[in-house]
């Protein structure tokens, strides 16, 4: 790809305007659910807030002109017949604008500023350069006029209620053009190093190159591939506050975070062309695991939580992701990985298992992941075999982790606990045609509709066959023309916009065929990974997907979703077994 083919063309209205490492995207998407008139700068740092609004003006009348918007990797742009602007990236904390027959007011997102929010707006003489100061993000936007003229400001050092802002144009025939900086304190005046033209040459080709390590093996057989790559590329930042590695962000909506086991699916994407970007996102949340030994729930910018966790799934990924590095792990790096893993593993077998109980338990439909699947509505701390499965395969990966590392006794540890969890997973929740969950506090047992009491199918070949087949059956008993509804459409708890109810998921679908075509059931899987693949050619890589209609829901550009259409689109493709 080059400035002559400047990658996959978007709806801003869906995916962000961002680029690789940038705190801030360009976006009419300014709070959850929430979508304003007009694009605006949307910065990540301290949560998610619109800072700037962006509005392009009729150059003769200076009212609002009406534009059509147009996106790809490297150029935003307003388009009318009178004119353009256009908006590239220069570093990712600095965009370039540039405006020929419509002038542009930069405007600070909110009118109101007290002692503890909203934005103070001056012109600041040292740096020759209007500045908006965002009590929310803790950070400065800096304006530098490159060319053209400001023709009026309003609200300079005002306090109170204000609108406060700058409006650019052209003072001859030339195109006007400015900087937008987000930055700490202070810094030199900012001063062009590269045309406009340049700058966005240099964008289109830093993405060329992410989508090329990324996807080598796109073609027309995965006409998604490139815009997938684009979602994760633009959703990646630099470290900057309790972001400890350059991280991919589930997206640049409000669904900025990295939770704990979203991640997984973003290293495994990446892990044959970045291997070292793929390994900083496995790593990320244990930099934050606590004494205990357990994983934060999520982490982003300024934020760690710890009220909840997530499932388990990290051996299951560390199996398959160091099976995709072109560079396997060297011996410190499988003993670092290792350590973590062990801790994890020892919080689920300590913190999570009641006194006596075999099987540790969920207390929360959130730490499943799930968090809000049927399987926990008649109890909530609840015992279930998903869980049991996933923990399986991570001490079965600490056994194998221990042999690479020449410990035997280790070994046998993890792999004498792994078929006693695997035991006692079969012996109390499975019933001959189904698994059930358990109170923890009751003892009851019951069965429910969600694809999640199915989830044991990820360990594949280590279940006995007739368990895999029964399971392989209810699978496809979920399969929908567009993929797996995590809720059954013929249950009366079915929703089409329910969440864990019904609509269908990357990760599900990703670790459902992947257990599937495991255990032998090849065809399923298939079916399974065509479906979702065109789900996604056809609506995008939303959060999660209506099960009968295919319409993305909530956040419309989450990476878990287009990291599992590549890892899905690689296998289709040749590239690899995404079981591998």
């Known amino acids: 790809m080059t400035a002559d083919r400047p990658g996959p063309a978007f709806s801003v209205h869906d995916i962000p305007f961002s680029t690789y490492g940038s705190w801030f995207g360009i976006s009419p998407v300014v709070a959850e659910k929430t979508r304003a008139e007009d694009l605006h700068l949307v910065s990540h740092q301290n949560g998610m807030h619109a800072v700037l609004r962006l ?20 150029l935003l742009s307003w388009i009318n017949a009178t004119g353009r602007v256009d908006l590239s990236y220069e570093s990712p904390d600095t965009v370039r604008l540039r405006g020929a027959g419509l002038s542009l007011r930069v405007s600070a997102a909110a009118r109101a500023l007290t002692p503890f929010g909203g934005t103070y707006f001056f012109h600041d003489a040292t740096a020759d350069a209007y500045v908006f100061t965002s009590y929310e993000t803790g950070r400065r936007y800096h304006v530098t006029v490159l060319s053209g003229t400001v023709t009026d400001t309003v609200g300079s050092q005002a306090l109170s209620s204000a ?36 700058v966005v040459e240099t964008a289109q080709n830093a993405f060329a190159g992410f989508v090329d390590t990324v996807a080598p093996w796109r073609s027309s057989a995965t006409p998604a591939a490139e815009l997938a790559a684009y979602v994760v590329w633009s959703a990646t930042v630099r470290p900057a506050g309790l972001v400890t590695r350059p991280a991919v962000l589930m997206s640049k909506h409000w669904m900025d975070k990295v939770w704990s086991w ?23 949340p244990f930099d934050h695991q606590d004494e205990s030994g357990a994983l934060p729930d999520s982490v982003t910018h300024s934020e760690v939580l710890h009220n909840f966790v997530k499932p388990p799934i990290h051996g299951w ?53 799930w968090d809000n699947a049927t399987t926990f509505d008649p109890e909530r701390v609840v015992v279930t075999a998903d869980l049991a499965a996933f923990l399986v395969l991570q001490l079965r990966e600490l056994a194998d982790l221990a042999t690479h590392l020449n410990r035997p006794d280790e070994a046998r540890r993890w792999t004498g606990a792994a078929e006693a969890t695997q035991s006692a997973m079969l012996d109390q929740l499975w019933r001959g045609d189904r698994f059930v969950a358990r109170g923890v506090d009751s003892g009851d047992t019951w069965h429910s509709s969600s694809l999640l009491d199915l989830m044991p199918i990820v360990l594949g070949e280590q279940l006995p066959d007739e368990i895999r087949d029964v399971l392989a059956d209810r699978v496809e008993a979920h399969l929908t023309p567009h993929g797996l509804a995590t809720e059954s459409p013929a249950s009366p708890h079915y929703l089409a916009d329910g969440y864990w109810r019904g609509p269908i998921w990357a990760p599900a679908t990703v670790l459902i065929e992947d257990g599937l075509r495991r255990g032998g059931h090849a065809r399923l899987a298939d079916e399974i990974s065509a479906r979702f ?20 829901l909530r956040d419309r550009a989450y990476t878990w979703t287009a990291s599992s259409y590549l890892l899905l689109a690689e296998a289709h493709a040749g590239g690899s077994s995404p079981s591998v």
């Open 317 to 369: 990924a560390f199996a398959r992701l160091r099976r995709r590095l072109t560079t396997p792990p060297d011996r410190a790096e499988l003993a670092e990985t290792y350590d973590r893993l062990e801790r994890w593993t020892d919080f689920w077998l300590t913190a999570r298992r009641a006194p006596g109980a075999a099987l540790p338990h969920y207390q929360h439909g959130n730490d499943s992941g």
């Open 55 to 74: 509005l392009p003006l009729d150059a003769a009348t200076g009212e609002r002109a009406e534009t059509r918007l147009e996106a790809t990797p490297g």
């Open 163 to 198: 609108e406060r802002g700058l409006t650019v144009a052209a003072d001859t025939d030339d195109p006007w053009e400015i900087a937008v900086e987000e930055l700490d304190t202070a810094r030199p005046p900012y001063t062009s190093t590269a045309t406009f033209g340049k």
């Open 533 to 552: 693949r065109t789900l996604c050619e056809t609506h995008g890589f939303a959060e999660n997907f209506d099960a009968l209609t295919g319409t993305g």
């Open 262 to 284: 979203d991640h997984c699916f973003n290293a495994l994407a990446l892990a044959p062309g970045l291997p070292e970007l793929a390994l900083d996102q496995f790593h990320l």
